[in-house]
């Protein structure tokens, strides 16, 4: 099997003993070429030992995880996130599909993560990091329309702008992505997790079974619930007990 070189970045020594300790029992195929605590050192000792897989806390004071891949303009190594509960963090990493452990993690936890990277790697050594290239993009732009969400597929990721998304229709523990130029994708993700990702996006779930677009609605048709009439045709029901809420947020387009 072939070793993969990697560095833990972490600002709390025994969070760094532990995954070491980890490693080195229950994954032998990972070198860890060393371990530093802040954003500073961890670019230092990029460049001097040329990891292939960083292991990075988000939360650190000073500088987060995400400050450091905020100095590359081309990354050269992938990431595993590692992270305690913090909801924009872990919502940041969702959105673009990247790999985390969330702290308290076990052994199963950090195989798998392992796992996806290795498949990544094995697949197309060249775009392994894809997925954090978009990750930097939406970073530096922070802006809605030129942001993209990954989206998984049976083939990989398919990157798409959040703007191109008119809407989501649930179906089973699968979602239906309709898109501003009719092509529809089946993503193997529920309903309820595009609504996490996206509801800062001007997004919102107007009944059990679909998540719209504010920004993609054309008109609006009163009823008991009534329709929202989108940008692509479609009609879409709005539920009675979610009416007053959608109402007060589509007032604002």
Known sequence: MTDIKALIVDDEQHCIDALRAMLAKKCPEVTVLGGVHSVQEARKA???LQPELVFLDVEMPHENGFELLRQ??????????????EQYALKAIKFNALD???????V??????????????????DTAIAPLEVFLQNM????????????????????????QIVRCESTGNYTKIFFTDRKQLLVSKPLKEFEEL???????????SHLINLQQMDSYIQGEGGFALMSDGAQVEVSRRRKAEFLKKAMQF
Not at 72 to 85: E, G, H, K, Q, S
Not at 100 to 106: A, E, I, Q, V, W
Not at 110 to 124: C, G, M, P, S, V
């Open 100 to 106: 985390y452990l969330l702290k308290p993690f076990s």
């Open 140 to 163: 530096k732009t922070m802006q809605q329309n030129n942001r993209k969400i990954a989206l998984p597929t049976i083939n990989g990721l398919v990157f798409m702008p959040v703007q």
């Open 72 to 85: 590359y303009d081309r990354l050269t190594f992938d990431v595993i996130f590692t992270t305690a509960y």
């Open 198 to 208: 996206l509801s800062e996006a001007d997004f919102f779930r107007v009944h059990n």
């Open 108 to 125: 199963q936890d950090l195989q798998e993560a392992l796992a996806k990277f290795r498949e990544r790697r094995q697949q197309r050594p």
């Open 46 to 48: 990029i460049e001097e």
